[in-house]
């Protein structure tokens, strides 16, 4: 079956981007010219996911505007000769585009599962939109869904990190591996320094079989008290095909602040526009200090 859906959880208060995110989402927050959000949503159209499925908190509300029809500025920008093109992506209709609300912070797995009904009996993906994942040739989730076409089952994307790192993360316990994919034996939450079965970390993206769905219903908190999504993954691992894509490309963890900088750095460094001037003015101030 064909990946259709993919659910976006997007209730998060981003307390981590204070003050900014006192009235702005996190998630709108732009990255050069596009908030996060709008990468999230271009990855999974490139992906051929036609339903976009945002679990949503209080206060989350720009969010649906951003990709609703802004009428008034459309008609603006046609009356002045000026092109639609930037707004390509944000128009989504509303059979395209569902929002439910997560109405208490429970954690991930949860967020999930307040999707259940939308997603119904079919496999789905999940894309953390804090984690901008940008690919050399094809975005991630077109990515993995290439991979699902030939063996199914579950795919979690797979990131190779330093093993220095992987007490950061939710590390992959890996079995064979065949090219880009390997079998996923286990999952790990934040191993001790030493102790990481491999350097897969799980950067946010992930296709599921609704089965997920029945688990997370009755999955008891994990760490932090909040219900985990890796929790209920690792369940089916055994009872259907589970498999890591590593993801050929780069990695900005905009949900920090030292990410997101990076993040606007390098996507504004690569544009033809302001590219070579921002590059020379970056090189001329490493040299005064």
């Known amino acids: 079956m064909t990946i259709r859906k993919a659910v976006f959880p997007v209730a998060g208060l981003g307390t981590r981007f204070l003050p900014a995110t006192k009235a702005v989402p996190k998630e709108l927050l732009p990255v050069v010219d596009r908030p996060l959000i709008q990468y999230a949503v271009d990855e999974a159209l490139e992906a051929g996911i036609e339903t976009m499925i ?9 969010i649906e505007d951003h990709f609703d029809v802004a009428y008034e500025l459309e008609r603006i ?37 307040c999707a259940r009904d939308i997603v119904g009996d079919e496999p789905f993906a999940i894309i953390l939109p804090d984690e901008l994942l940008i690919g050399r040739e094809t975005g991630c989730m077109a990515q993995m869904v290439a991979q699902y076409e030939k063996v199914g089952g579950n795919l979690v994307c797979a990131l190779e990190v330093p093993m220095a790192e992987t007490p950061s993360y939710g590390i992959i316990d890996p079995g064979t591996r065949d090219g880009v994919l ?3 034996k286990g999952l790990v939450e934040k191993p001790k320094l030493g102790t990481a079965p491999s350097n897969l970390m ?28 890796t929790d209920s993954m690792a369940k089916l691992i055994g009872r259907q095909p589970f498999h890591g894509v590593t993801f050929d490309g780069e ?9 997101f900088a990076q993040a606007n750095f390098a996507l504004a460094s690569r544009d033809e526009a302001m590219g070579p001037e921002l590059k020379a003015w970056a090189r001329a101030l490493l040299d005064a200090n």
Not at 54 to 62: D, H, L, S, Y
Not at 88 to 110: D, K, M, S, W, Y
């Open 202 to 229: 799980l950067p946010g993206r992930y296709i599921l079989q609704p089965e997920v769905m029945a688990l997370l219903a009755t999955q008891e908190a994990g760490a932090g008290g909040e219900v985990q999504l």
């Open 182 to 184: 390997t079998q996923v």
């Open 251 to 259: 990695r900005f963890d905009c949900g920090s602040k030292l990410g």
């Open 54 to 62: 945002f679990v949503t908190g209080r206060n989350k509300g720009a």
């Open 77 to 113: 920008q046609a009356d002045r000769g000026k092109p639609l093109d930037a707004l390509e992506g944000t128009r989504l209709t509303p059979g395209n585009a569902i929002f439910v609300r997560q109405q208490e912070p429970r954690g991930l797995g949860h967020a999930i599962w």
